[in-house]
């Protein structure tokens, strides 16, 4: 059952009454609370989505010979825009797009071993204070988020602050006043997993540092023959003074990252390897985001989505829900929740994931209802960099959905999981294989990949991540057995602003089925089975639903 304090009650009837509807615009229609701990979240590489602009396939001399995923493919912000101006992403329940860096990126490229490689996943950075052209402009990026916020949808943009780019002929190494070249991390203890470099040529950024350090030779050149030094220098004063802090290395970038909060209105960061930065900074970093973000919101009052601070979500690695509020280095615990996180990556769900229905939904309820209260965890079953995803070869399509989008916590779905893009191509070695161009063509045509139709199993991603926006109790929700076999199960989530009930019915038989309500509805309230679309009324205690699926989701 959803009440919804206020004018909000009459969206929980209305909303996504027109899903189909090409072009979807929710900027004037009254909105239910939106919760981050039910989000669903849609993270894509900016490169390998959509090419909205064709003419910026190949920018800053970008033309070395490399394998079919090591280079730039095409895809940019305007190609974001453009799929949710479409209503893609309303029609699968997205809420919140998690997009890769869009700074610009190392001018050339570098052998990683598997291969000569681009920048173009956007974390080898090389200035932070640019759009990468690659990528698209300031104006793209405008409207991608105005676009977004229009569509009810927030932005969540991907930032680095602990390495630049690699070096090479074309891309110069920072000043040892900004940067180590070593020694490697090692991941003994803290201090070896922090002021360490990741990996071979990845200059990684000093970010211990309390010295006040001038700026890179090569990045006053680059802005002087940009036209735009002045105003870069002008910015960086006004922000030192304005805030207090000392010219470090880290605070420098503080301020070059706050800034796409104070232009464009993003809502969120998803902050990259947050355990190899020191947690002070990353106190620092949110501190000044969440300012940002309220100056933001007091320059464009009418731009404002909800009351919503800025959100933080890390990538912790090696983190997940067993692991509570602490991170062990071994010589050290760090709860990286009291340095201004609300949620970290859970990298535990992918083992989970192969767990029954009931032993992973109350296991997570518990977790999140208990030691994790007021925190969350973002799920995900596939990501640009785990090279052991849960259903790597998409034989269990249907199964991975399910798992994720009616599991307790947020959710990340990765760019084609929704249509079993697959992630491995003959010949590529390493994560680049997880990062195959989205498969367009296929959905498209509806192609069959491993005996699953593409457009079936899409419109499984589509009902069930629309009844999860629906309905917060979802993933916010306390998880509650009613039977187990037939497996049913509710989930109830209360606030001071928002109440909702949903029950769920899954592996059941297909045609009629009995559902006892357990006095969670009114006798009498017509409830909505947002799997098969029909409505059934409560009598006596239960409702009968004759549908041909096996999987039942109420709600109101």
Not at 238 to 244: D, E, L, P
Request: glycine letters at 8%; a negative charge.
């Amino acid at each position: 059952m959803i009440k919804i304090i206020f004018t909000l009650l009459s969206l929980a009837l209305t909303m996504y009454s027109n899903i189909e509807t090409s072009e979807i615009n929710l900027k004037n229609k009254p909105q239910k609370p939106f919760i981050w701990d039910n989000a669903n979240v849609y993270f894509l590489l900016t490169d390998r989505f959509y090419n909205g602009n064709p003419a910026n396939d190949i920018t800053l001399g970008r033309t070395e010979k490399t394998s079919d995923l090591r280079k730039f493919m095409g895809g940019d912000i305007k190609g974001i825009t453009l799929k949710i101006k479409e209503g893609y992403f309303t029609k699968l329940g997205i809420n919140a797009i998690w997009l890769t860096p869009v700074i610009e990126q190392i001018h050339d490229c570098v052998d990683e071993g598997a291969g000569k490689t681009y920048g173009y996943h956007g974390y080898w950075a090389k200035d932070w204070t640019r759009i990468d052209p690659n990528f698209g402009t300031k104006e793209d990026m405008h409207e991608l988020v105005k676009t977004a916020h229009d569509h009810g949808i927030r932005i969540l943009l991907d930032v680095v602050i602990n390495h630049t780019g690699p070096v090479t002929k074309k891309d110069p190494v920072w000043p040892e006043t900004w940067v180590r070249t070593g020694p490697h991390c090692t991941y003994k203890d803290y201090k070896s997993a922090v002021t360490c470099t990741l990996t071979d040529n990845l200059p990684d950024i000093k970010t211990e540092s309390t010295d006040s350090v001038g700026l890179p030779d090569h990045l006053i050149e680059k802005w002087k023959n940009e036209g735009r030094l002045e105003k870069e220098l002008a910015e960086l004063e006004k922000f030192f003074q304005q805030t207090g802090l000392i010219r470090t290395p880290a605070n420098y970038i503080i301020k070059w990252l706050t800034d796409f909060i104070r232009e464009f209105g993003i809502d969120g960061y998803r902050i990259d390897t947050v355990k190899h930065v020191e947690e002070t900074i990353w106190a620092d970093l949110i501190n000044e985001a969440k300012r940002a973000f309220n100056e933001w919101k007091t320059v464009h009052p009418d731009a404002v989505l909800d009351d919503n601070e800025f959100y933080i979500v890390g990538e912790l690695y090696g983190y997940n829900i067993y692991s509570g509020r602490y991170y062990d280095f071994g010589d050290r615990k760090i709860d990286y929740y009291d340095y201004g996180f609300e949620s970290m990556i859970n990298f535990g769900f992918k083992y989970d994931a192969k767990k029954s229905y009931e032993e992973l939904f109350s296991y997570y309820s518990s977790r999140l209802q208990n030691e994790l209260k007021g925190q969350n965890v973002l799920n995900y079953i596939t990501s640009h960099d785990d090279g052991e995803p849960f259903d790597k070869k998409r034989e269990k399509a249907f199964e991975a959905a399910t798992k994720l989008l009616l599991c307790p916590g947020a959710v990340q779905i990765y760019y084609g999981d929704e249509s079993n893009r697959l992630l491995e191509m003959e010949g590529e070695k390493g994560d680049a294989n997880l990062r195959t161009y989205m498969n367009w063509e296929q959905i498209e045509k509806n192609a069959t990949v491993n005996g699953i139709a593409t457009k079936e199993l899409l419109n499984h991603w589509q009902k069930l991540g629309n009844f999860r926006n629906q309905h917060p109790a979802v993933g916010a929700g306390i998880h509650n057995q009613i039977s187990k076999k037939p497996y049913f199960f509710s989930r109830s989530y209360q606030s001071n602003i928002l109440e909702d009930i949903v029950i769920v019915g899954l592996d059941l038989d297909i045609g009629k089925k009995e559902i006892p309500v357990n006095k969670l509805f009114e006798e009498g309230a017509t409830l909505k089975d947002y799997y098969s679309g029909k409505k059934v009324k409560v009598k006596e205690g239960k409702i009968i639903l004759d549908s041909e699926f096996e999987i039942v989701l109420l709600g109101i």
